[in-house]
Structures are given as C-alpha cells and as structure tokens.
C-alpha cells in the first residue's frame, strides 16, 4: 500500500486565523480524506510557527511573554482545525522540545559537512516576511523600501552564519530537471527556476538582534533563522534525527502544499538544506493562489479581512467548503463574493443535489413504506455505468489537484440524474408500470450514493447524513463499499431533511 504525507506550511502566530489559512489547511484535508476513500494511508500534519522578530515584536507589544502569546495564539489554529472539521492527525508546534531537537541536529549535520560558516551581513530585511531581499526585488516608494509583496524593508548589519546556498545551484537544477512536476502549477515552477538560474547567493540562516528563536546550538549568542525552524518542522514531526524510525520511513518524502508567497522557500531553500544534510529532499510542492474579497485585495488596513467563523456561521461548513473549491482552479487566485457562493448554494448544492435526494427519498417513504428494493438490472442504466467508471477520471483530477474539474464531473452527473428523474417519472410509473418504478428509483438510490461517496473529501459532514438517510454507516463513506451496497437486497429510507438551506 503506498502511504502519502501531506502538509500545510505551519502558520505564523502574529494574527488569528484567516481564509488563507482555511483554504490551504482545506486543500490538504480533501487529498488526506480522498486517498483514506480509497482505503489508501495518508497522513496529514499542520501546526504553528512560533518563533523570530515578528512574534517576539507582537508579544511585547502586548506586554505579554512570548511563550504565553503564543500558547494563546497557537490555540486559535488548534480550534481552526476542529471548526474546519480537519483530519489532521498530528499539529506541531516549534516551540516544541521535539521540533527544538530536531532543528538543532539538522544544524549540527548541515555545520560538520561545512555547509555553514561564520561571517557577517549586511543587507535589506522584511520583519513581516522573516527575509533578506536581493537588490533586484526591492521597490522604493516614498522614501521607503519594499519586497515585492509590499513589506516594508529595514537595513540589518550583524555577525551571522551563512548556508552555502550557492554550493547548491546546479544540484537544484539538475533536482528541477529529473522531478518535472516537483512544483505545481507549471507557472510556478518556471518562476522558481528563473530565480535560481540568476544565480544564488549564501543565505543568512543565524540572527543575534533577537532572542525569540531556537539557539545555534555551537553559539548561543545566534538563534537559527526562522526559516531553517520552521521548514524542519516536516521531518521533526516524523522524529528526526531518527529517519529510522517507522514515520519517517513511511512517509518521507511528503507533499507540502503552501501559498504562493511563500514557494522560495519551499522549492529552493528546504530542498538545498536537505541535500546538504544528506536528506531525501520533498516529494513535491504544491503552491495555490490568493483570494480577493468582492474584486478588492484582502488586508487588515481595509478591514476586509474574511473570517473564516463568520462564512461558516452564515453559509455552513461544507458550503464553504465546496465553494471554495467548486468556484475556481486550485492554483490561481479567487475572488470570494457574497453573490458567488449564493449562486453555487442555490443553484448546485440546493437545486441540484439537495433537491434530488429531498424529493426521490421523500416519494419512497411515502409510497414505499420507506423501502427500496436494489434490482440487478442497473447494469442496463448506461448513467449507472458511467458512474461507476468514473473513479479513474477523478483519481487524476485529485492527483493534479483540479479540485474544480473533479467537483464539475461529480455535478455533470448529478444534472443527468436530475433529467432521468423527470424523464422516467417514477410517479407516473406507479400507476403504469410498478416493477419499472423500482427500477427506476434502485438505478437512482444507487447513484445518489455512488456520487455521495466521492463527494465525502469535499463535504465530509453532509454526505455522512445523506448516507443516514439510507441506513449506511459511516464506513460507507470508503469507495469499495459500493459493492457491498450492490450485493443488498433493498435499503431502508429514513424521511430526508432539506439538505442546504437556500439563501435568499
């Protein structure tokens, strides 16, 4: 059995949770509860960053201790994880004992096979961003610097010790040219390997101006970078420094799937911190998009925030979730709109799907004393069929992360059953034809579960209810079970519910 291991990056604990951070934690729990669907082993990780400049800066502004703030702000993510219903099965934080040892030996390989040294630094530095920038990359507005993702930049001259990033270079290159599809999307990708063919210089993995980090265990007057910290934190949840052990075996190499901003990190640095330490680097990087809020970009100056409890309050958890999804190609950015995920409401989840179920179960419960009986002839409904195949299709679309293409072929379905439905007229066959009625609402019950199962990683707690509503449990949701479903002589039907209440 192949096992998977996927992670969002760990999030920076100097604000509360955010749709950013929803999406990507989202993102990660439908590939982890899609490939347990297929009674494939995955694991999921996420966690907090806790550690450098910015939260010390934070936690003093608020006159609090470091460790305290972060207690408390490590714990909204803690919570975002059970509001988003996420399967994560492990939540890391670097302020850990274990992630602490796990960078500290990482350091200690990386400095006995002289890939770090000590020298000093001089240079332009983002606080919010936790990075030096090249020349090239810094934009000057009204007397003042900036990165190219409008942080403000300040001058920084201090001993630190250096990674031989540039040692790397070719390595990297050749790593990028036999792993074609290490970073996802293509765009990305090329972006990356610009960057690197321009040429890389050492980096500055050590700081002494603040104390709010991991000690360089050789001087303890440095604290490691808080980059080199936090991208350890994949293989310290899998207990290195021992890749004996029986986690990171099974899974490492992982996929870490991030936000665009921070791709850099991921595809140039981590890789090169690996190779140098002798380590498997990442399977592969996954960067999605930004969203926008109605058209205009998202920042607190604006107040335009999203809050990802106020969507869930207002629309429902698996809405949200679909919506997110459903409304644009995993990958490049989303505008979020009140009028977008009313349409998708209404007209898909409601319309569509919620109706059908709503007003087939409702007609079995009523004229059928809530039974169904499961006929063997739904080898002839060519819909049936076709559903049935339809797993390979998805499978691809998972594994591309076309998280949009998987939902539309779902739905596409969903449209025919909804035209079978008035075309076979099960309640014109009551009178007519009684045996082709059960047919007709067997082929119907069968591909309403059929189509539940694969919609499970997406709306994992509605699809559950649905699958109630058949008397199925939760086991259900795996995709094999439909075989044991087809071998049943009849289903019972409980009386439906409205599934997705419209917004008016």
């Known amino acids: 059995?192949?096992?998977?291991?996927?992670?969002?990056?760990?999030?920076?604990?100097?604000?509360?949770?955010?749709?950013?951070?929803?999406?990507?934690?989202?993102?990660?729990?439908?590939?982890?509860?899609?490939?347990?669907?297929?009674?494939?082993?995955?694991?999921?990780?996420?966690?907090?960053?806790?550690?450098?400049?910015?939260?010390?800066?934070?936690?003093?502004?608020?006159?609090?201790?470091?460790?305290?703030?972060?207690?408390?702000?490590?714990?909204?993510?803690?919570?975002?994880?059970?509001?988003?219903?996420?399967?994560?099965?492990?939540?890391?934080?670097?302020?850990?004992?274990?992630?602490?040892?796990?960078?500290?030996?990482?350091?200690?390989?990386?400095?006995?096979?002289?890939?770090?040294?000590?020298?000093?630094?001089?240079?332009?530095?983002?606080?919010?961003?936790?990075?030096?920038?090249?020349?090239?990359?810094?934009?000057?507005?009204?007397?003042?610097?900036?990165?190219?993702?409008?942080?403000?930049?300040?001058?920084?001259?201090?001993?630190?010790?250096?990674?031989?990033?540039?040692?790397?270079?070719?390595?990297?290159?050749?790593?990028?040219?036999n792993n074609p599809d290490f970073i996802v999307p293509k765009s990305r990708s090329n972006e990356v390997r610009k960057f690197v063919e321009s040429g890389l210089k050492d980096l500055s993995v050590s700081r002494t101006t603040f104390n709010w980090g991991i000690k360089v265990p050789s001087n303890n007057d440095h604290i490691v970078y808080v980059w080199l910290d936090a991208l350890t934190n994949y293989i310290s949840a899998l207990d290195f420094p021992n890749t004996n052990s029986d986690n990171y075996q099974k899974y490492w190499p992982g996929i870490h799937v991030v936000g665009k901003d921070i791709i850099r990190f991921h595809a140039v640095f981590w890789p090169a911190f690996l190779m140098a330490a002798k380590l498997e680097p990442p399977k592969q990087i996954v960067a999605h998009g930004w969203w926008t809020n109605e058209g205009q970009k998202i920042s607190k100056s604006t107040g335009n925030v999203i809050d990802p409890i106020e969507l869930i309050e207002s629309y429902g958890l698996d809405e949200v979730r679909y919506f997110l999804f459903r409304e644009v190609p995993f990958g490049n950015d989303g505008d979020f709109s009140r009028e977008a995920i009313k349409n998708r409401i209404n007209g898909e989840l409601a319309n569509n799907f919620g109706n059908l179920i709503q007003r087939v179960l409702s007609f079995i419960v009523k004229n059928l004393e809530h039974n169904i009986e499961l006929t063997d002839n739904n080898k002839n409904f060519k819909t049936f069929l076709d559903i049935m195949d339809l797993e390979e299709t998805l499978n691809s679309h998972i594994l591309d992360y076309r998280f949009d293409e998987y939902l539309k072929e779902i739905f596409l379905f969903l449209n025919n059953l909804n035209n079978y439905v008035d075309k076979q007229a099960p309640w014109a066959l009551k009178k007519t034809d009684p045996d082709m009625m059960k047919e007709v609402l067997s082929n119907i019950c069968i591909c309403i579960i059929r189509l539940t199962q694969y919609l499970h990683p997406i709306m994992p707690q509605k699809t559950i209810k649905i699958l109630e509503l058949f008397n199925l449990d939760e086991s259900f949701k795996s995709f094999s079970k439909i075989e044991e479903i087809l071998d049943m002589k009849s289903l019972k039907i409980n009386q439906p519910e409205p599934l997705f209440q419209k917004i008016e």
């Open 1 to 177: 059995m192949q096992n998977r291991y996927f992670t969002t990056p760990i999030y920076y604990v100097n604000d509360k949770p955010h749709i950013g951070h929803a999406y990507t934690s989202l993102s990660v729990d439908i590939l982890k509860r899609y490939f347990s669907c297929l009674g494939q082993n995955s694991f999921f990780l996420t966690g907090t960053d806790e550690h450098g400049q910015k939260v010390e800066k934070a936690a003093s502004d608020a006159s609090i201790d470091p460790q305290k703030f972060t207690d408390s702000v490590s714990q909204n993510f803690r919570e975002m994880s059970g509001l988003l219903n996420l399967s994560n099965d492990d939540f890391i934080r670097t302020t850990e004992e274990r992630h602490k040892v796990s960078v500290q030996a990482l350091w200690k390989i990386l400095e006995d096979n002289d890939d770090i040294y000590l020298s000093k630094y001089s240079g332009w530095y983002s606080v919010r961003d936790e990075a030096f920038v090249a020349d090239n990359e810094i934009e000057e507005r009204e007397g003042k610097k900036y990165n190219s993702f409008g942080s403000e930049l300040s001058w920084v001259e201090e001993e630190s010790y250096f990674f031989r990033l540039s040692k790397w270079q070719d390595a990297l290159i050749e790593f990028y040219d």
